[in-house]
């Protein structure tokens, strides 16, 4: 019993230590003064982790050189006198304080606000009024270039929530407007995966193995849930031989839950799924000729699917 509440107690404290921090910048932030209070807010779409938290420690003497120096590093072209960056972050901020009013915040707070602060005004805006179809009723998608953003107002009273967004999109998320700008327009890459089969070595009686698919994130459609990016990704796997008899089948589904912050680490990674595979019945017909791997990826949230076929043979 003893020991029970020595660990428990570790525990408490354990949750202490690491709340700390934590409860003492947000601390830090309730008592900045307004003005800068009102500076991170404002960038609060472009400033990094450490810099909010070298912000908040400053004494209030010192935050104003930290607020120069915070844009100096982001202007495009130190050398003429205008920081351009700076320049168009405020009128975007300004734009989206007076396009999205009616949502009991400032504008470039609400979720359309944060996508045009962002990455500017879309290449072309889609509205559907509440006259519309029960499935698309009180939606707003922006494209920017090929690729849409879809906004949905649940109760059709004027609050819209991001839904869903590209993480060729998403990966600018974090960056200055420079990066989003460039970005921001591109064709995205079309959902895809790699194929590949490893097989176990030494084992000539069976096929046996394991299945490799790899699935770029950059391709991976998500949709936004609270403070994480969703979706699932539905597998489908058989193999046939050469007379198109079926050895093998898997059904599978895989959950895709993530953070902002480890989208755009994961940006130009991939996925990867393993499957084990193992057949050890009918050797002879698989034997006899070249064999198929069928796999088919569905990705829900954006309704694509991508089908691939590897072929292979056996050795007799």
Not at 76 to 95: A, H, M
Not at 157 to 175: A, E, I, P, Q
Not at 207 to 213: A, H, R, S, T, Y
Not at 261 to 290: F, H, N, T, Y
Request: glycine share 6%.
């Amino acid at each position: 019993m003893k020991n029970k509440v020595l660990l428990v107690w570790g525990a408490f404290f354990a949750a202490l230590f690491l709340l700390a921090p934590a409860c003492r910048l947000y601390r830090l932030e309730r008592r900045l003064l307004p003005e800068y209070g009102e500076f991170l807010s404002k960038v609060r779409y472009i400033i990094t982790e450490e810099e909010r938290r070298a912000f908040l420690q400053l004494p209030d003497s010192e935050k104003p050189q930290f607020i120069k120096d915070f844009w100096d590093r982001r202007d495009p072209d130190p050398y003429t006198e205008i920081n351009e960056f700076k320049e168009e972050y405020f009128q975007r901020l300004d734009s989206a304080g007076k396009l999205f009013p009616g949502e009991g915040k400032p504008g470039w707070l609400t979720d359309r606000g944060k996508i045009y602060v962002l990455f500017g005004p879309p290449t072309d805006r889609v509205t559907t009024p509440m006259s519309g179809d029960a499935y698309s009723r009180c939606q707003e998608v922006w494209y920017y270039g090929d690729f849409p953003v879809v906004f949905l107002d649940y109760y059709c009273n004027g609050n819209y929530t991001l839904v869903s967004l590209n993480l060729s999109h998403l990966h600018d998320l974090n960056k200055a407007q420079e990066a989003a700008r460039q970005t921001g327009a591109q064709t995205g890459p079309r959902f895809d995966f790699d194929l590949s089969i490893k097989r176990n070595p030494g084992v000539e009686s069976r096929l046996e193995g394991v299945v490799v698919i790899e699935i770029p994130y950059r391709s991976i459609w998500l949709s936004s849930e609270g403070e994480t990016f969703q979706t699932t990704l539905d597998l489908s796997l058989e193999l046939r031989d050469s007379r198109n008899a079926i050895h093998w089948e898997h059904k599978s589904s895989q959950d895709l839950v993530l953070t902002a912050s480890e989208l755009e680490q994961r940006m130009d990674e991939k996925c990867v799924v393993e499957i084990p595979i193992m057949v050890d019945k009918d050797m002879a017909s698989l034997r006899e000729g070249k064999n198929r791997l069928i796999v088919l990826v569905k990705n829900r949230t954006g309704k694509e699917e991508r089908r691939k076929v590897a072929e292979f043979r056996l050795e007799n």
